[in-house]
């Protein structure tokens, strides 16, 4: 990419193939960089370098079967050349929405522009407050109005969120809740949605967790249709289907099964026959999951707890969790 750019052309950096066919379509003279990852999902701790960190996401997303390990390293590595000859462009604009998913993205690369300064000057900015995924080609031409030249006070805003969510510890994190945040104006609520994604302080579960059980004890039983309706429950839907099959999974799993009867396991490589299985399940809560749901469990105190938000690896002996009545970080006993 670059070496045979006309003048004048522009860079628009996005979320993700979907938007980025639509802002192809809808704009001429113009390149467009899909940023594909789920930053939500994973290890993000501090690395030393960008390109140590995409290496480690090119691995965890192989991990998962989501996709060849050397194509996703490839791609990884494609997207990085392709914001380090951003300086080709006249401008480089970015386009992102205001859920979790977007907002972590757009964090990481302002920190990115943030530690290499040259070439800023015409960087760009705009904050949908609607899906642009969504959109078609003449919808998404409206949210162009919103766009503004990058401050610094967004570009260090954004470097500190960055460097506090891939931090071993969500302290950081938790504090930039007490801070003015104005300069993003969806990243609190962003950051809110992640710390939610710790172990709740009584329950022991994960907000999607909590929203799962509620779905199906109110009858919501298939997992095609509890995707659709723990999206409803959130204020800015953010996660794939993908990433919601690995939370149905886990909550199926060992001794501290939530919930029964769900038909398999999922993968992307699974046959057709399968997925259809896989969504029709008829799901419905174990004793344990009745009792976490009606506050009788610590559901922390039964699972085995592994996975990440940010850099914090949490494990049944790192157990950090979230006080969603106090908005506060409990530290591990």
Known sequence: MGQSLQQGYDLIITNGDSAGELLRKAFTSTEVLPWRDVLHDGPVPLTGTFEELSELRADFLAERNWGDPDILRENFQARDRGLAHHELFETV?????????????????????????GGREGLRLVQADDFLGTQNEQSIVKFKDKSNSVSDEQLSLASAAWAAFRQSEPADLSALLKQDLAALPYLEQAILRMLQELPGAKSGLARTQHQILLAINEGIREPRKLFGAVEKMEEAAFMGDWSFWVWLDGMAAGPGALIEQLEGRFSP????????????????????????????????????????????????????RWDNQKNELVAPA
């Not at 004793?287 to 996975?307: F, N, S």
Request: no cysteine; charged share 20%.
């Open 93 to 117: 604009t970015l386009w992102f929405e205001h859920d979790l998913y977007d907002q972590l993205q757009l964090i990481q690369i302002l920190d990115w522009f943030h530690e290499n300064p």
């Open 269 to 320: 490589e699974m046959g057709e026959d399968e997925f259809k299985a896989y969504v029709a399940s008829s799901l419905r809560l174990t004793a344990l999951g009745l009792q976490v749901l009606g506050g009788g469990a610590d559901y922390a105190e039964t699972a085995r707890i592994d996975r990440w938000i940010g850099g914090t690896h949490l494990t049944s002996n790192n157990l950090w």
